[in-house]
């Protein structure tokens, strides 16, 4: 590892590219800024370009005729690093500790898409060129739902002309087993508020007088599973795509033993989910409705006897082929509305949403990337899988540019991506900086 | 009014003497020194009674042997003002609006005590001394469950020993009808916190594989309640001591619309509550269980795909005769234990608790009291009502001192105690010095 590309990767987790918060619109810009910088000195053509939100990097070397085209996609924007008084380290001031980097965005996406720019530079000064024609585009939006980068396909279409895309922003299935994902989950969101009184109320001048708003939201929300685990909602499943045989018998055989892995990284006191269906299965293949944040009332030390006015809670659901995300939305809101307790009011507001991606691991680009994949990892097998998150632009990908996504993803199961000291090891950093050199070789072919 | 007395009223406001807030110890110390300070120079001997929380004020006449014993309680402790954003004007910084004070405590109990020392301050400065003798006992516990107060009578016995408490911390079933509480409900609280994973994890990339301790939260709180509003508490209503006819008949006679008030006060979409039982049957007479409080995952701007390692919900329970506080608490763990979803752990930390009330509005204190009120209030007869909200102390008074107790509240149904914009007309912080006036003099005889 030269120290420049550790320098590199530092300066860019100190910017605290948070998307979803407006206080840090100003980091996210400069964060930008330096990629440009960065792109620009790696001897590609590179330059901002607005949008309605946070902007894309757009970098580009020479074109030539008669080559191949590859776009890499990346983003740097990050997620926010609450709860902080969680971290061992500060979340923006990277540090390195047994082979690992901690620091938000480490792993998710700041380390593996500057290792493939980091790949780009080693080609450059070895080779003075590359062997393909290469777009990177790199944006700010990814952690809030790619809202702008569909547009700015479409507005670019013919610029961004390319035969493959290759994203980096998927995970591994073990420590030094390459990996292939031609499946992600989608995702679509809804935030919904209960409203009863126009205050908080004294829980003893009025309790039992009115309905209780985080009561009625705990019920309306405990309508959403049944007791097996499965979605409640009239129609969810109707159009999930099941599992094709040779999926189930392929990831039986992975060397991952996705229930002990997953408790250990959890540290759950054990694992749950959809009956029927393996861990791995229930991950990669089937939808989730999950609430990701629930405030109401009284939350501070000792007792407050109050009935709030309000409370809300977060929704989003994991979508699987062939579900529809709009669709899945409607019906959700319906199962709201159609169970909402007595005595209060409800707002639904909708959040972002993606769809679900699943291409074929055994076309030629897959192929490619399989080969390439053990040229990075001296020479083990790739594991084929799906994944459980969500990379909305995927789709975007197909539907506008009408090509193909390769996920060579570089994260670990304990990345903590999203979560509090959020950590990717340097040999991956390195094996990443070298998979990007081979998968531009084998693309050039 | 007298410039001097509103002088003292806000300046008893001034104090952000929460006690529930560690931060606040200090402002709780000095709202009590003002409190000494205010008795003696009205001509009592005060002083400050140090327990293991907040101080005692405890203040007497000089005692002559053959008159009545009258104690005289309140708190000067307050609710945590928050949320702040709903206050029109700073909760700690009284201002006059169209005759009524805004400030937390204003009502509760600063307006309502304070009447009862201005109130004595006149008698002595006409009659140069009282027709009885007295104690003023005002804690700054109240507020939170009166923790030491217990401990401080049964050290005090003997100095504290007295015919007959007087209280003015309930309400008024309209402005201008005297009210003589007979009944309250007591209070049992208790705090759940719901645990999976160790720390928050992406809902893509675990999502479906293990619980998620919000979802499981709102499914164990969804069992409190059945669909007909009743708790689903196995064996919690078995205490009840059903409603008397002659109560039902008399409170349906009070010159109080409770719907329509309750409905008005509240902003509520809907009355809900129990069925079988009016809005203030439901409110004075019947046992509810509210939760004051949740939180878990993301609650910030926008969307966070998380899954939440923890979550957490504050619950109280309004007690009704002969419920019993500790065995209801018993219950209702037993409950949460019984109905606790798979995949994740539960703690439960008990709060504060206290005891119903009841007692004999007929009695002859129960009868000095309806005439002390008709005296306050230009003749108007006096509604007998039970209270909703919880006075702990009132039940330990009867236990330990032997006595009864006198609710002579003054608060009106929108006073917003507990709530932003809490106020108190000056026309009842009035009446509350000629009421004080009076029940002194009716209990001497």
């Known amino acids: 590892m030269r120290a420049s590309h550790l320098e590199d990767y530092y300066q860019f987790l100190r910017f605290p590219s948070v998307s979803t918060d407006e206080a840090h619109t100003d980091d996210v810009a400069h964060c930008a800024h330096w990629l440009v910088e960065k792109l620009t000195a790696v001897g590609l053509e590179a330059k901002l370009m607005p949008t309605p939100g946070h902007p894309v990097v757009w970098a580009k070397n020479k074109h ?43 792993t998710d996406n700041k380390g593996q898409i500057l290792a493939h720019i980091l790949g780009v530079q080693e080609t450059i000064e070895r080779d003075g060129e590359l062997p393909v024609n290469l777009h990177f585009i790199i944006e700010g939006e990814e952690e809030i739902g790619s ?10 279409l013919e610029a961004l002309r390319c035969d493959v895309v290759v994203v980096s922003d998927t995970g591994m299935v073990a420590r030094g087993v390459p990996t292939l994902s031609y499946g992600l989950r989608g995702v679509t969101a809804l935030e919904v508020k209960i409203t009863g009184s126009k205050m908080d109320l004294h829980s003893g001048m009025f309790g039992g007088a009115v309905a209780n708003p985080i009561t009625a939201l705990t019920q309306l929300l405990a309508t959403l599973h049944d007791k097996e685990g499965r979605i409640a909602i009239e129609g969810f499943y109707d159009k999930v795509k099941p599992l094709e045989d040779w999926e189930r018998e392929a990831w039986r055989k992975l060397p991952l033993d996705g229930d002990k892995e997953i408790l250990g990284e959890t540290g759950s006191p054990d694992l749950y989910g959809e009956k029927g269906y393996s861990t791995l299965e229930r991950l990669w293949a089937r939808p989730t409705a999950e609430i990701n944040g629930i405030g109401g009332g009284y939350q501070g030390p000792g007792t407050k006897t109050v009935i709030a006015s309000h409370a809300m809670a977060k929704l989003t659901f994991r979508l699987v082929p062939n579900q529809d995300g709009p669709e899945i939305l409607e019906l959700a809101k319906k199962h709201l509305r159609k169970h909402l307790p007595a005595g209060v009011t409800m707002e639904i507001t909708d959040g972002h949403s993606g769809p679900w991606y699943l291409t ?23 594991a084929l899988i799906r994944e459980g998150g969500s990379i909305p632009i995927t789709s975007q990908f197909r539907t506008i540019l009408g090509v193909e996504t390769l996920l060579l993803g570089l994260a670990l199961a304990d990345c903590r991506a999203h979560s509090p000291n959020e950590n990717f090891p340097l040999e991956n950093f390195d094996a990443g900086i070298r998979l990007n050199k081979a998968i531009l070789q084998e693309l050039a072919k």
């Open 64 to 106: 030539q005729p008669g080559r191949k085209t590859v776009m890499i996609y990346g983003h740097y924007d990050v997620q926010p690093p609450d709860p902080l008084d969680l971290w061992d380290s500060p979340p923006f001031d990277p540090v390195l500790k047994n082979g690992y980097v901690f620091a938000r965005g480490s």
């Open 147 to 156: 809202g702008n980068l569909g547009n700015f396909l479409t507005q670019n």
């Open 360 to 382: 074929d691991p055994h076309s030629s680009v897959g192929q490619a990337a399989q080969r390439a994949l053990r040229d990075a990892f001296s020479g083990a097998e790739p």
